[in-house]
Structure formats: structure tokens, C-alpha cells
């Protein structure tokens, strides 16, 4: 039987997002990224076509890598200007009624005692349909401009979010105990205070020794996404992601990385087969793979060189005006340039890479892979990828918005759906049970289920302190 295909869609607070230049085009949509109709207008698309989520990426700073300024991104609308993402959500939330929102929001720089209730929140207005895809931030300017000196070293920001998470899984999973809301109107009694508990955290980065200050939401923790290709970053995800989005260009490295993370979960005590990984991607789409070519042609007179190296140069920390356009960067022998190259080697093993070529296929999309076609042939090549490499779905990005949201929902899903590997209704309930068919909560085996009873918890570390707080599972597996 063929595997199901799980689509989200790919967007971000800002113009232009993983296309530099398109924004140009007359029937682009991204200039309007500030307007509430943009929005709502987009999470109605999706909903028609049976997404399961928008996810919404975000970065707090600029690319300022390339030349060593921010200028060339500046020109370009290179992800600046940037928006927050999170006040998006709940216009979309109110036109409606399925649709799941992963929210990118760094842990980097914001205490977790707020940004739990901004969460907690969010889950309420959605009704449950809220995610979270945890960055640690990877861009200089950010640091910054919150007053850090430098980036903090890499593992380092995962070690951080270690305790991050804890704190977090505390005030959502620990501080409120199931019956502490009674709302009886009869005694005057909204909450029984004998079942709402400080949670008395004394880490190494925090100390927070109050009660979570929002009532349990429908999903009390939220849908927890993961976005990170490093070996450190695999591993947090393994450990507590729900969702991982990933960008393999080729089905060699994406099967690779599909499986060390299935492996990595597996080890920590988790069901690798209860951790959906998407992969980012892009599809061009016509009647006739003719007219989706003469699409993709037209969209690529659009792509701004500039554009794309501000944004190669920012997520590969390699300043790409060092070299000249047509330099072949497999001579240039630095372990920076040769790792930034490993991943497009694989994709076609005997092309020579070039800052050009870089550009090109970066323009349009990002990193991901790019299908250009007509439904039966992007089809075929979608199943083709879950097939080969264990993948769940795909994060897609757009060339133009909402062009190529309305060709996907439009075009793509009838084709998917017609070979019954798409689903043709929303699941009932929360993001979590829409995702995974089951309760709406954590599931037992996951880490962040171990902090729902703190007085036990307490206990047993007065008893026997474990160092590895983050690997516990609930307290009646425990038991």
C-alpha cells in the first residue's frame, strides 16, 4: 500500500523568503506580507487543499555575511524586512478550522517563563492547532543587537535549550494538574490551588520558582517541531521533536538523514515511526510539463544573483564575494567551502559547483530540491522520494505566493489524492491528533511527559539526583 504524503506549506514573515528577486514579479504577492488579507487569504488556500500546517520561519537579524555588510540583502528584500511571525496565527486561526501553525520562535533570546504563556496562549486562540519549531538562531546580528558580544559556540546553544525545554515542560506539563480547573460557579471556585504547583526550577541558566501563569491549554505542550542538519542538532531532535524539517537536496543525503534520525530516536526511547520528517521542497506546476517549464523559465529571468548569495553567504557563514561567479569552488580548499559544497555534490555527483551555479539553483526555493512538471509527473516524483527515502513529507516553498500555493491545492493535490496517497479530510481534533491519530497530549515516552507529576519528581531526586533530567520518562513508567 502506498505511504501516505504530508504537505505543509512554506512561508515566512517577510518578502521574497527563499526566491530573492521574485518579489518583483507583477504577480507575486510577498510585498504584501504586512497586510492581514496576505495571510488569511493564504491559510484559506491551504485549508482547501488539505495541508496539514503552515510553517512560518523567522530570523532575528539580517544577512550580513556577503561583502561583510547587510547591504546586498538590504537591496534585495533578502529576509529584511522581517515581521514577527507569531501575531500571524491567530487571523489565520479564525478563517479556519484545521489547519496547524509551527511557529518559529528562537529560545536564544527570550526568557522561557514568558514566551511558555505567549505559547500556552496561542494554543487556546487556535483551538490547538499551535506548533513550535525551536531554532537556537544562527545569525551574528542577532546576538548582537541583544547585546551578546558574539554568537554563543554551537553545541553550546543546545546545551541552553536542554534546560530551556525543561523549564518550558514544567509550567505547560507539571504546574497545572488534570482537574485543577473547576470553574464551579456554585462554590465561587475557578481553580483549586492544592492542584496548581510552583514548579521550583533552579537550573543552570534559569531560576523560575512560580506556577505557570495560564490555565492548560488543549494541547498543553505544543506540536514541537525541529529544524537543525548538525549532528548536535539531530540529536535534539531525536529527543524531543515531534516534526523535523530538514532540506536534503537529493534523495541520497535525505535518505541518510532520514534514517540517522529514526536511528537517534529509537536509542533515546522514542518511536521513530511517531516522528514525521519533512523535507523542503519546491514544485512549478502546469497542465503539461510544456507549460510548467515555460513557467519555470519565465520564473528564473526574476532570480537576483545578489539576492541569493546574501542568502548563501548567511546560512553557510561563507562569504561568497571572495570568489568570482564562475570559480569552480571544489579548488578552493578550505573545510568550510568543502562541507558547504558536500550537500549539492550529491545531488548531481559530476557537476562542477560554482558561485553561478550556487545561485541558480538557490534562486528559486532555497536549498530544497525543485520538481518542475505537470501533476502526474511531480506526483510521480513525490512518491518516488517518500518511497526511497523513508521521508514523511514535504515543507513546500513557493516561487511566487500565492501562485504556487493555488497550483499545489489546485493541480498537485487532485493528482495526489486520485492515487489515495493524500488525505481527502482533515482528522478530527488538535494539531498533535490531527498528526499522530492519537491523544492530544505528549505521548508517555516523550521527555516532556516526565515533569507531569513535580511532587514526585522532587521526590525522587532528593532520593537518588539524576544528571540527565531531560531523558526521564513519566513518573508512572517510573514507577
Sequence with gaps: MAREIRLNAFDMNCVGHQSPGL?????????QYK???????????LERGKFDGLFIADVLGIYDVYNGNGDAAI????QVPVNDPLQLIPPMALVTEHLGFGLTASLSFEHPYPFARRLSTLDHLTKGRAGWNIVTSYLESGAKNLGQKNQTEHDARYDFAEEYLEVCYKLWEGSWEEGALLRDRERRIFSDPSKIHEIQHVGKHFQVPGIHLCEPSPQRTPVLYQAGASSRGKQFA?????????AAPSKVLLKKTVADIRRRAAEAGRDPRKILIFNLQ??????TDAKAKAKFEEYKTWVSYEGAMALISGWTGIDFSQFKPDEPLKHVHTNAIQSAVEAFSTADPNK????NELADWVGIGGFGPLFVGSPETVADLLQEWVEDTDVDGFNLAYALTH???????????PELQKRGVYKTEYAPGTLREKLFGAGPRLPDIHPGAGYRDLAALRQ?????????PMNRRSTHERA
Design 23 to 31: 518579489w518583483a514579479h507583477p504577480r507575486d504577492r510577498s510585498w
Design 35 to 45: 497586510d492581514f488579507e496576505y495571510w488569511t487569504d493564504l491559510a484559506k488556500i
Design 75 to 78: 537591496r534585495q528584500a533578502a
Design 238 to 246: 531525536a529527543e524531543h521533536a515531534e516534526c523535523v524539517f530538514v
Design 282 to 287: 519546491t514544485v512549478i506546476l502546469g497542465e
Design 352 to 355: 562542477v559547483w560554482t558561485p
Design 403 to 413: 501562485e504556487t500555493f493555488v497550483d499545489a491545492v489546485e493541480l498537485l493535490v
Design 460 to 468: 525522587q531526586e532528593k532520593q537518588a539526583p539524576s544528571p540527565q
